[in-house]
């Protein structure tokens, strides 16, 4: 049974840091890809990053290249994701998901094609 579980979330400053981890059972990391999302009040949920493959090949929204870093730690079956420089606007419920994709070549930030996902943690970027 997948089950992939969020933390880390929390409230920090504008220009401040935290990283998230999601912690997965049940699947081989290097089978399938795991995105993180995030939804903010009154808005559409919306694809962050994404990490899969067996060479761990990632993939960054516009809004969070060169801030935002995904990493995995594939012996304790942990997808990270670091932020940076944090911005009132990232602040939303994070969401990490996973879909398989072995075989397949595929990677995306396409939530239709995430089959599991987590419960969220809140991250709050407030002076």
């Known amino acids: 049974q997948v089950q992939l579980v969020e933390s880390g979330g929390g409230l920090v400053q504008p220009g401040g840091s935290l990283r998230l981890s999601c912690a997965v059972s049940?699947?081989?990391?290097?089978?399938?890809?795991v995105g993180w999302f995030r939804q903010a009040p009154g808005k559409e949920r919306e694809g962050v990053s994404c990490?899969?493959?067996?060479?761990?090949?990632?993939y960054y929204a516009d809004s969070v290249k060169g801030r935002f870093t995904i990493s995995r730690d594939n012996a304790k079956n942990t997808v990270y994701l670091q932020m940076n420089s944090l911005k009132f606007e990232d602040t939303a419920v994070y969401y990490c998901?996973?879909?398989?994709?072995?075989?397949?070549?595929?990677?995306?930030?396409?939530?239709?094609?995430?089959?599991?996902w987590g419960q969220g943690t809140q991250v709050t970027v407030s002076s």
């Open positions: 990490i899969g493959g067996s060479d761990g090949t990632t």
């Open positions: 049940g699947f081989t990391l290097d089978d399938y890809a």
């Open positions: 998901a996973a879909t398989l994709i072995y075989g397949t070549g595929w990677l995306g930030l396409e939530e239709f094609e995430y089959d599991d």
